[in-house]
C-alpha cells in the first residue's frame, strides 16, 4: 500500500496569506506532483533491485526522510513575483541522513 504524505510547513512570520495562495498552487497541481513523485519512486526502486532485491526496501525509508528534512525557498519582489536569484535550500538535521 503506497503512502501519499503532504507536509505543511507552518507560516513564519505575518505572511499568512501567501503561504495560503502557495498551498492552493500546490493542491492545483497535485496529479501531476503525484505523477512525478511515483516515477522517482519507481525509478530508484528499479535501480535499487538491479543491485539486490532487499536494496529496495531499505533504501526507502532514508530517502523519504532525506527529502522531508529539505525545505526549498524562492523569495519574492515586493510585487510577489518570484525572484529566481534568490533561491535557497534548507536541511534540517536529522541524525546523520
Known amino acids: 500500500m503506497m503512502k501519499i504524505w503532504l507536509v505543511l ?3 513564519c512570520g505575518d505572511d499568512v496569506f501567501n ?6 498552487d ?9 505523477s ?5 519512486d519507481n525509478m ?3 535501480v535499487a533491485n538491479s543491485v539486490s532485491n532487499n536494496l529496495g526496501d531499505l533504501i526507502v525509508l532514508p530517502i523519504a526522510e532525506l527529502f522531508g528534512s ?3 525557498t524562492i ?3 515586493l510585487r510577489g513575483n518570484l525572484n529566481k536569484s534568490d533561491v535557497m ?5 536529522i541524525g546523520g541522513v
Open 9 to 11: 510547513i507552518p507560516p
Open 19 to 24: 503561504n495560503k495562495v502557495q498551498i492552493v
Open 26 to 34: 500546490f493542491l492545483k497541481d497535485f496529479q501531476n506532483a503525484l
Open 36 to 40: 512525478r513523485a511515483q516515477n522517482l
Open 44 to 46: 530508484i526502486l528499479q
Open 70 to 72: 529539505m525545505q526549498l
Open 75 to 77: 523569495g519574492t519582489d
Open 89 to 93: 535550500m534548507f536541511m534540517k538535521n
